[in-house]
């Protein structure tokens, strides 16, 4: 099994930065995805970025491609999301997940999941 927990969630204006973390632990694999899921509310989920842990190739959402970034450090078993230009739209809980294998756009792909950390963006 895989923990995670994320952090760093918090009320920010628009056009802030903030960046959350994301710490790993328990069983670890040759090859590990961790990607960034978020929901605002009354929405479905929905995917926001993805590393894959050796490489460090990044895939995002186009809607918060050059704003955010994803990054880790594998020593630290630590991912982490770092947010440029907040926007009110960016208002969710923001979850962090694993799986073993590459990075992936699909939520049913990813088999670990942390408890949210809510970002709130002010107008």
């Known amino acids: 099994q895989v923990q995670l927990v994320e952090s760093g969630g918090r009320l920010v204006q628009a056009g802030d930065s903030l960046r959350l973390s994301c710490v790993s632990s328990?069983?670890?694999?040759?090859?590990?995805?961790m990607a960034w899921f978020r929901q605002a509310p009354g929405k479905d989920r929905e995917f926001v970025s993805a590393?894959?842990?050796?490489?460090?190739?990044?895939i995002y959402h186009e809607d918060v491609g050059g704003r955010f970034t994803a990054s880790r450090d594998n020593a630290k078993s630590t991912g982490w999301l770092q947010m440029d230009h907040l926007r009110p739209e960016d208002t969710a809980v923001y979850y962090c997940?694993?799986?073993?294998?590459?990075?992936?756009?699909?939520?049913?792909?990813?088999?670990?999941w942390g408890q949210g950390t809510q970002v709130t963006v002010s107008s």
């Open positions: 328990g069983r670890t694999f040759s090859s590990f995805a």
């Open positions: 590393i894959n842990w050796i490489t460090g190739d990044t």
């Open positions: 997940a694993g799986r073993q294998g590459g990075a992936s756009y699909y939520e049913s792909n990813y088999a670990y």
